[in-house]
């Protein structure tokens, strides 16, 4: 019971935190082993649109080590909608350090580095169901060690 007791305040802590936005639909994040974002992995995140008149905003989420040797990184999507047909694919380029200082960019502690970039804004979906994104790192390399993860967050745009 006293460890119960102990957790209490824990638990509250991260309830508030999960409920901080309540425009968020959706958020996952897939981790890539041994801390590389190998060319034939490619996570899919598959989310729920109930609200047709709703547009959305779609960001990518990026981890990477200050190991990661590049400043940038390419990433290119592929939206289905629920009956599979393709509605978007684009190439977007993710600048994760400045290019002439070096230093990185996001929020971090340490070594390790958060990105979110608005990859798709003010996107509105035709069709109620479940949609696929599919991200596929697209550098001119198999393998990006220092890349720890990648993922999909789906927000309703603010009303204006």
């Given at each position: ?149 990648a993922g999909v967050r789906v927000a309703k745009t603010e009303a204006k």
């Amino acid at each position: 019971m006293v460890q119960v007791l102990r957790a209490l305040p824990f638990l509250g802590l991260l309830l508030m935190l999960a409920s901080c936005d309540p425009n968020q639909i959706y958020e996952k994040n897939t981790d890539f082993k041994d801390f590389t974002w190998a060319v034939q992995e490619k996570p899919a995140f598959e989310f729920e649109i109930k609200d047709t008149t709703q547009r959305y905003n779609v960001y990518f989420n990026i981890r990477n080590a200050s190991a990661y040797g590049y400043y940038n990184l390419y990433v290119k999507h592929t939206l289905s909608d629920p009956n599979g047909k393709r509605v978007s694919q684009l190439l977007h380029q993710m600048v994760l350090m400045d290019p002439q200082t070096g230093e990185p960019r996001g929020s971090g502690t340490g070594d390790i580095f958060d990105h979110q970039f608005l990859a798709l804004p003010n996107q509105r979906f035709h069709v109620a169901g479940t949609y696929k994104l599919v991200l596929e790192q697209y550098m001119r390399q198999d393998q990006l060690p220092g890349i720890m993860a990648a993922g999909v967050r789906v927000a309703k745009t603010e009303a204006k």
